[in-house]
């Protein structure tokens, strides 16, 4: 019986595609990884005793635990809420909300974290307005504790997991939405049963995506941890990074074996189909919430004050001021480090269109792995195909210095005599599709658990062939899971940090080094000024986006 | 065919005849010129990027035949890429320019570094290479005291800044960053400090960062009022118009040198040492003071707001007991703070 399935499975018309994806994936992630397995079993098991003996491993492991979990749960609650919010109703101000809480994907966590301080840190500008409003003296609460970390893991990942379930949103079936509003349904109850229970895909899809963003965040943890001697995984794994003198690296390959734990464990959770596609048909008409709308707008808007905008503010006011910890007075101000940035930064012009280049080609890559990856592992029922999605999923759950390391290690040698791929920045495309792949994957692959296979069977009775299927029929229906997969891994690989500060040469510089050479060399203003230009770009990008849409909508 | 082979060689061997008689003074130009160091030169440094392309394009002024390629990054960062090349017997760096002495001496103990005696070290006091010439100084990194000018009392040694208001205190973590894990090993070692000297700041409720940048962030915002940290940074955000205020506290002060050494092997030999001459010539530690550095050669002068090279006392160790013993002090330290 399995037999006849397998032997059935191998005819299916996706096998080519899917060889070609499973050659890549080997190359960019398979092999990487393998290396890094056979080296933290290597040498008598060493690495692999000092990983289960000793009891700082286990206190790390314990607090990477409980932060992760803690900060994906908030933001999926965030994120849900946001998403049916913006989506499905009228909110009043729901663009200017999606785009404020999606614009920490465009800031490294390292300087997000850094702007979080200055916004809400000790001598932050919220804690000294507060101070000075209430009368109070000394400290109002730390972010230097386990609560600051979850808090800015959770808004790290928060845009990561509203993308996903936009797309899983707005594939949703209009007529289950309508005959449940018809029985005299609230918005809640439409909400609770029959929008959540139909957006399940979705939801396992981005609470994946969340714990895996925060589990393997590096930036966060350093910025805030190290002062509250909060150890965790990340920090430890570079605490033996740098251990020279001993196996270091062998202890971090070790190490990287326990980020592996909760990609596993979202493979094990149970994958049924949900059909809950109604192709063809327009999306609901957004729920009228009328007074409700704007109290929740009012809501929202102040929290995004509090946890978004007043961040990027400080980081604009770090930006601007002529000299790092000055009060922010008129006569502190300064165009100075927008000019230096934009100016007098060599090669900034270059880094950036590597990075345009690098971001597009991984975006697209990776979302060409995610569709037919996601179609393979929802249509054929291949025990391994699950396993080549626990693969693909492991190295954004890796934080990105042992990543590119186990890059080092593979691509070092030339893969063939004459051709080296070392120090290009074909190597740093590789590290791209290796490390985002998985945030096109979950998207697409809910997408597809949500659609029927009864369109593409028709599709096949009627002598169409697989491409001719995908292109006008399945394609179309994909788009929200495509913009979402497109738009994630174009944005986290355009201002990517860690990946680049190890594999980046003179000849193939990148945006993402660029923030981290300066922050890294003592120029935190230059860093932020290179933070807010990006910004600016982003918003400027969906404001032109927005108007050519209004544009094309009389015609 | 046959003919073809014979010709060749008859015909090479009659235009290297003219060549060489009818020019025969020529030769010593030519020979000069052979020598020349040409060809790409691999820099692996972790001096900010700005620094390190200035280095190059002067380098590059005299000696305009050699392509220099850059790998930058943090000194973490830089090492561990460098080191796992080496492990695999293909490291892609001509020239290392990075961290400290006890980080050469442990790439030396590894045999992964060249030896050259560059003819510049003469201008340069002894401690400051290692005598076999694997490595060379190029700059004074001190480490001192830098406070808040709008939140702190001005303090003077490293003993009154073991009894400044508690938690007021912001130090780099050894166990994140290597300049503070060589502080660690040489002020333990300092009389009259030693690891009592830790266990008072431990007491104090010192705050723990992970690197340098993050120390003269701090002191800047007022979020600590004192810190501990790398003079160029405190005295570049001094000179910005940052509130602070930089002290060489009068026990002395331990510092790094960011050496410069030839990786074994290299392909560019040649390049390579002339690289090592040329950041220790006059010309290449003018280059270093004119972007903010103390360099090490008496005969140049620091840049504004340093002390010269002669008032500093210096506290140090040897760099080889400093590498032996660096991952011991690491560990005693993380347990001492609790990390």
Known sequence: MRWKDLSKGLRHPIIPWLVAVAALVTLTHVYPLWRLLQRALGGEGENIRWLLETPRVHLALRHSLWVSAASAALALGAALLLAVLTTQTDLPGRGILRLLFLSPLVIPPQVLALAWIQWAGPVGYLQQGLRWILGKQGSLWSLYTPAGIILLLALFVLPIAYLTLVAGLSRLSKQAQEAAQLDGANLLQVWLYVTLPLLRPSVAAAAALAFLGAWGNFGIPALLGIPGRYLTLPTLLYQEVINFSGDGFGRSAALALLFGLPALFFLSWPQRSQEGLDPGEAPPDPYRLGWLGWLLSGILFAAALLVVLGPLLAMAATALLRAYGLPLTWSNLTLEHFRMVLFDLERARRATLHSLGLAGGAALLCSGIGTILGYALTRLKVPLLALLSFIVDLPYALPGLIFALSLILVWLPPPLPGLSLYGTLWLILMAYLGRFSALALQPLQAAWRSLDTSLEEAASIDGASLLQTFRHILVPLLAPALTAAVLLVFLQSFAELTLSALLVTSRSETFGWLIFGLQQGGYTQQAAALSTLLLIALFALAAGIQALRRHAKPS | ?339
């Open chain 2, 1 to 339: 065919m046959v003919r073809r082979i014979t010709v060749r060689p008859l015909s090479l061997l009659a235009v290297l005849c003219s060549v060489a008689f009818a020019q025969p003074f020529a030769w010593g130009s030519l020979s000069s010129a052979w020598a020349k160091p040409s060809g790409t030169l691999r820099l692996y440094t972790s001096q900010p990027d700005a620094d390190a392309q200035k280095t190059v394009a002067a380098f590059r002024e005299v000696y305009p035949e050699v392509s220099v390629e850059i790998f930058r990054s943090g000194t973490e960062e830089v090492i561990s890429r460098f080191l796992l090349e080496a492990e695999k017997g293909s490291p892609q760096a001509d020239v290392l320019l990075v961290a400290d002495a006890p980080t050469f001496e442990l790439l030396k103990a590894r045999n992964l570094l060249e030896s050259y005696c560059s003819p510049e070290a003469k201008a340069i006091a002894a401690t400051y290479y290692d005598p076999d010439c694997h490595y060379f100084g190029t700059k004074i990194l001190a480490t001192v005291i830098v406070y808040n000018t709008a939140k702190a009392q001005p303090i003077d040694s490293w003993a009154a800044l073991a009894q400044v208001p508690e938690g007021q205190l912001v130090m780099p973590s050894p166990t994140y960053s290597g300049a503070a894990a060589y502080n660690l090993g040489v002020i333990t070692r300092t009389p009259g400090l030693g690891w009592e000297w830790y266990e008072a700041l431990k007491k104090n409720k010192a705050v723990l960062v992970q690197g340098n940048g993050a120390v003269a962030r701090n002191v800047a915002s007022g979020e600590q009022s004192y810190g501990m940290v790398v003079d160029f940074l405190a005295i570049r955000s001094r000179n910005e118009g940052s509130p602070v205020e930089v002290v060489y506290p009068k026990e002395g002060v331990p510092l790094i040198t960011e050496p410069v050494g030839i990786v074994k092997g290299t392909p560019n030999l040649e390049a390579a040492q002339a690289f090592v001459d040329f950041l220790l010539s006059q010309k290449g530690q003018e280059v270093a003071a004119g972007m903010g550095y103390m360099p090490l050669r008496q005969d140049v002068t620091p840049p504004k707001g340093f002390p010269a090279l002669s008032e500093l006392k210096i506290l140090s160790v040897p760099a080889t007991e400093l590498a032996e013993s660096r991952e011991a002090d690491k560990a005693r330290f993380a347990k001492l703070f609790g990390e």
